[in-house]
T-cell receptor
């Protein structure tokens, strides 16, 4: 049973617009959340993270929002650029998982000119 | 050189063969992990190790075994490969809880 779910397998967005990626989780013990970005033929690379004591974390064009009551997080990319075209994975770890990450299925983002 | 190196990058093998995927790291991290990626399923944990003497099964360990030869080396073996083990395999390291992973570039394994 997947504890981290990304229900949108793909997202197409115009260059310059906002990309919003969503992630839901079921385990209430999760307290640390991360987003990874993956290009073809490469391993995933860390993008941004958020602890459960916060509800927002920003890093340049990337912002992650956490809604603990809804068990939902989202990644906003503003403005979207062609180089953002990649697969994005949501991941989570908790006090019951000793730092092991649970990953969502990923969302393929395509940024069009 | 990459922080986490996986070899081989690509491998085609026959059903029933034994195959080893290797991972080495220069990060100095104690924790190492093996994941497999299948379309639509994301990354699933096969095995993990928190130090040289510690080996633990993940969600999908059946049909796999591992060896932690040193802090920097963690190998994954398929004792008798089967076609549904065709997947992309990733090794990762981390320095502890609430730290992200550093991934290798992956090994694309095809079992025919």
């Amino acid at each position: 049973d997947q504890q981290v779910k990304q229900n949108s397998p793909s997202l197409s967005v115009q260059e310059g617009r906002i990309s919003i990626l969503n992630c839901d989780y079921t385990n209430s013990m999760f307290d640390y959340f991360l987003w990874y970005k993956k290009y073809p033929a490469e391993g995933p690379t860390f993008l941004i993270s958020i602890s459960s004591i916060k509800d927002k974390n920003e890093d340049g064009r990337f912002t992650v929002f956490l809604n603990k009551s809804a068990k939902h997080l989202s990644l906003h990319i503003v403005p979207s650029q062609p180089g953002d075209s990649a697969v994005y994975f949501c991941a989570a770890s908790g006090t019951d998982s000793w730092g092991k990450l649970q990953f969502g299925a990923g969302t393929q983002v395509v940024v069009t000119p | 050189d990459a922080d986490v190196t996986q070899t081989p990058r690509n491998r085609i093998t026959k059903t029933g063969k034994r195959i080893m995927l290797e991972c080495s790291q220069t990060k100095g991290h104690d924790r190492m992990y093996w994941y497999r990626q299948d379309p639509g399923l994301g990354l699933q944990l096969i095995y993990y190790s928190f130090d040289v003497k510690d080996i633990n099964k993940g969600e999908i360990s059946d049909g796999y075994s591992v060896s932690r030869q040193a802090q920097a080396k963690f190998s994954l073996s398929l004792e008798s490969a089967i076609p549904n083990q065709t997947a992309l395999y990733f090794c990762a390291t981390s320095q502890g809880r609430n730290y992200g992973y550093t991934f290798g570039s992956g090994t694309r394994l095809t079992v025919v």
